[in-house]
């Protein structure tokens, strides 16, 4: 009821569509583990297309008739009207969950939900609605169905893995932000390899702050609550490799793709050739996933790019040259392509490569605040420290001394309090994932 009134909060005018959407799965997958298999198929295909249909609708429209009026514009063709659609918070996970719970269905990896509001719990459950982890119905099922409890513990644990996500999101990944939004905000025509190089290390930085902290809020409210969700992230820019990185960063979208995606296509069983047009469908698939831009399209094209040449031969060169040396240039792969990803436009992106693949030391053409640099170089040190910043690891380490436990409350509990100040003192920046 209380997840149902979250998303009715904020997202009123398609809650409707919603519900309905979600009765219409129900029954479905009812009727997916009862009938002949002929039957199965046609109900799990009109199931999959009743979801993609609303993804579609509110996610691809108006980027799809832009597309045609601009090949229509080339051909001398009249304009088709655009409508004016608001993409509503958390669409895209929500579809995928929902698919996801369907096609187990149909695999038999789990079983249809025994009640409509275990179902309706499992797609409204308020930490992960907005921004995942995209978690798959048969991972939670055990808890919906259970005498669930909740214990002092959970609760204690899951907000101290809430106040990480709030300290990361206020004091690392705002603080980085608003620098790395300025640097691309900046005319094409100022960008120079200073700019562009700060852009990118900075964005860099918050991408991975904002929503690995995004994350650990979501997995430390279900904890409070009593539900167990899945890491989303394992120290991504440690990879020596595009694949690594791939298994380490948005670990529920990766292992979705896959599952759904990939392997369906046919996975590495049918051949080399066909193994790589897989990779590149599945990386494509998931750059539009992220949203209806071309430089989404690029992004997830050079990822699957850099997937196949790890299966041709770069994995195996990076193995030669040693980890430190895989490390660095892998991270420099990722941001490269973290610039696509950024970039307004396919121009803007290409603009901001030409300036950091061309080195001319000419001054910043803005000055950013002077807590910036700092929080950089802290960011930059946490973000590849797994002794340090991995909650599982950090955990394990306290829960030895009680000294250490109870100073490492001690500073989480002030450092919470700074970012809960900061928060109340200046704007609010929204999640950098709520836009997909």
């Known amino acids: 009821i209380f997840s149902g009134i979250f998303y009715l909060w904020i997202e009123a005018k398609i809650v409707p569509i919603v519900v309905l959407s979600i009765l219409i799965d129900y029954v479905t997958s009812k009727k997916i583990s009862s009938t002949n298999e002929k039957s199965r198929s046609i109900y799990l295909f009109l199931g999959i297309a009743q979801n993609l249909a609303i993804l579609f609708y509110f996610k691809y429209t108006v980027f799809a008739l832009n597309n045609v009026n601009a090949l229509g514009s080339w051909l001398n063709l009249g304009p088709i009207s655009v409508p004016a659609i608001a993409l509503p918070v958390g669409i895209s996970f929500i579809i995928f969950e929902k698919i996801s719970y369907l096609v187990d269905v149909f695999r038999r990896t789990s079983q249809p939900a025994t009640s409509l509001t275990n179902y309706s719990l499992y797609v409204l459950l308020f930490p992960k609605l907005l921004a995942g982890p995209i978690i798959k119905y048969h991972e939670i099922e055990d808890q919906l169905n259970i005498d669930h409890r909740t214990t002092l513990k959970d609760a204690v644990l899951g907000f101290e893995r809430f106040m990480l996500g709030v300290i990361k999101k206020l004091l690392i990944a705002d603080t980085v932000g608003i620098a790395a939004d300025a ?3 900046l005319p ?3 960008q120079n390899f200073s700019s562009a190089w700060a852009g990118c290390v900075l964005f860099t930085l918050q991408i991975y702050f904002d929503f690995s902290s995004y994350s650990d809020m979501a997995i430390g409210l279900a904890r409070m609550l009593g539900f167990r969700l899945n890491e989303n992230f394992a120290i991504p820019y440690i990879s020596r490799t595009m694949t690594e990185f791939w298994r380490r960063w948005h670990i529920s979208l990766s292992t979705y793709i896959r599952d759904y995606v990939y392997i ?4 590495n069983q049918l051949g080399k050739r066909r193994t790589y047009i897989n990779l590149w469908i599945a990386f494509i698939l998931s750059g539009i996933w992220h949203g209806a831009n071309w430089t989404f399209i690029i992004w997830g094209a050079y990822n699957g790019l850099f997937l196949t040449l790890d299966r041709l031969f770069l994995a195996r060169w990076m193995s030669i040259l040693g980890d430190k040396t895989a490390n660095i240039l892998t991270l420099f792969v990722i941001m490269i392509g973290w610039v696509i990803f950024r970039a307004a436009d396919a121009h803007q992106a290409s603009i901001m490569l030409y300036s950091m693949l061309r080195p001319e030391f000419s001054p910043m053409p803005l000055t950013l605040g002077k807590e910036v640099f700092p ?3 802290i960011a930059a040190i946490l973000s590849i420290s797994p002794r340090f910043f991995n909650y599982q690891n950090l955990k394990d ?8 436990m109870t100073t490492s409350r001690i500073a989480l509990a002030l450092l919470f309090i700074v970012a809960v100040a900061r928060a109340v003192a200046t704007p609010f920046h929204p999640f950098l994932y709520f836009r997909f």
């Open 183 to 185: 640097i691309f905000k």
């Open 188 to 190: 094409n025509s100022e």
């Open 375 to 377: 929080i950089m170089i």
């Open 264 to 267: 369906p296509l046919g996975g």
């Open 397 to 404: 380490n306290i829960n030895s001394s009680l000294v250490l």
